[in-house]
């Protein structure tokens, strides 16, 4: 049996041995047992040790340094611990004499894992078909992900997935100061935070990026972290096109895509008549029950996984209506009406029906009258919702 692991100690290829071992289908699935923690690998002189739900075994094993195109890779084989001595020792010195009588089956394990070298194979594209010193280090064409393949194998739908995935982006570019903080706690709960949430996500081209930020030094980090937001801008789904939530352009403009987008052309039409202010101090909530593990289940994820959703939509809201009660001031209807868009969907995702009944109405207001009166409505239920997820989280 084989396993390969990169630089990080991550592992990134299989044999169908191991994975039967395992009792997983493929790679992706391993990966995503590993990252939430339901199969986990203890690497020891002596060997390694695996943990799955039904026990742990330990095995001996012997290590192979490769080198990859992004680096150098490690070949382990994994010895059951009940086979001889002898038998073993026969089997490593076959392969020590002839180390590269390995690598077909090195190159198969890799082409069962076609996500983590899908950059690899359009890297590859890009100098076949270009001169090496014409290749831009900023390449714009879009990265596929293959949202109907995903969203299946995480087992969720196609939609949930796409709104999860615009979450992971708003939750990347609020955490872009923190990668470039100084405070090394700081940044090591950004890097992790968007490793996790690639991983469960089936991003394996962020998480390649995230992982050389993590094993880079502070001084050397300034490239990699702009290559990330410049990796995102460039995903786009199978579903739609890349206009569903991010153009072929830089990862900022993400936010004023989705909160200010048209508004320039829609300000020559509004007049300067401010519908007055609204004053928020004085709102009560307004109570409502709401289960963190009754939503992660209604979605097939893991309940960790969606409280890293809505504390950044917590974030999210006092953003966004902070942007609301400025355009109401300014008697700007439009950008209060995608605000209630923007802030609806989240809130649908995550099942926080109560909010996203409000904002749904707040979309759709067409009589101004109506606006301090729903707007309220919706910080009452918000503030609810974020007294118990303050409380749960204690």
């Not at 395992?22 to 699935?29: A, G, K, P, R, T």
């Not at 009660?325 to 802030?343: N, R, S």
């Amino acid at each position: 049996m084989y396993y390969i692991v990169n630089h990080t100690q991550h592992i990134i290829a299989a044999d169908n041995s191991l994975l039967d071992l395992l009792s997983v289908d493929n790679i992706d699935e391993l990966y995503t047992k590993i990252a939430l923690g339901d199969i986990n690998f203890t690497p020891s002189d002596e060997g390694v040790t695996i943990t799955t739900a039904n026990g742990t075994e330990s095995y001996q094993t012997q290590s192979h340094i490769l080198s990859g195109m992004l680096g150098n890779i490690t070949l382990v084989e994994i010895y059951p611990s009940e086979e001889s001595t002898e038998s073993t020792k026969d089997e490593i010195s076959i392969i020590d004499d002839e180390p590269f009588d390995l690598m077909s089956d090195i190159e198969e394990m890799i082409e069962e894992e076609p996500a983590v070298e899908e950059p690899i194979i359009e890297e590859t594209i890009v100098k076949e078909t270009a001169p090496a010193e014409e290749e831009p280090k900023d390449d714009t064409s879009p990265i596929v992900v293959d949202i109907e393949s995903i969203s299946q194998d995480i087992g969720i739908s196609t939609d949930d997935y796409n709104n999860f995935l615009n979450e992971y982006i708003d939750t990347a570019l609020t955490l872009e100061e923190d990668l470039g903080s100084e405070e090394e706690e700081k940044r090591s709960n950004a890097i992790s935070t968007l490793s996790h949430l690639s991983n469960v996500l089936h991003l394996p081209v962020i998480t390649n990026i995230i992982e050389q930020i993590e094993d880079t030094s502070f001084d050397d980090q300034d490239a990699l972290v702009k290559s990330l937001y410049a990796t995102l801008a460039r995903l786009t789904t199978t579903q739609t096109d890349t206009s569903n939530f991010l153009k072929e352009e830089s990862v900022p403009t993400v936010e004023k895509d989705i909160t200010t987008e048209s508004i320039p052309t829609v300000e020559e039409d509004i007049t300067t008549e401010s519908f007055g202010t609204i004053d928020l101090s004085d709102v009560k909530p307004i109570h409502f029950d709401f289960q963190m593990e009754a939503a992660a289940s209604d979605l097939s994820l893991p309940v960790e996984l969606i409280e890293e959703f809505v504390n950044d939509f917590l974030a999210q809201a006092h953003v966004e209506t902070d942007k609301m009660l400025k355009a109401y001031e300014k008697g700007d209807l439009d950008t209060i009406q995608k605000i209630g868009h923007l802030l609806k969907g989240t809130a649908s995702n995550l099942r926080i029906n109560p909010l996203a009944d409000t904002l749904y109405e707040i979309q759709f207001c067409e009589d101004s009258d109506n606006l301090e009166k729903l707007i309220k409505e919706y910080w009452a239920h918000f503030l609810s919702f974020e007294t118990q997820i303050n409380l749960t989280s204690k």
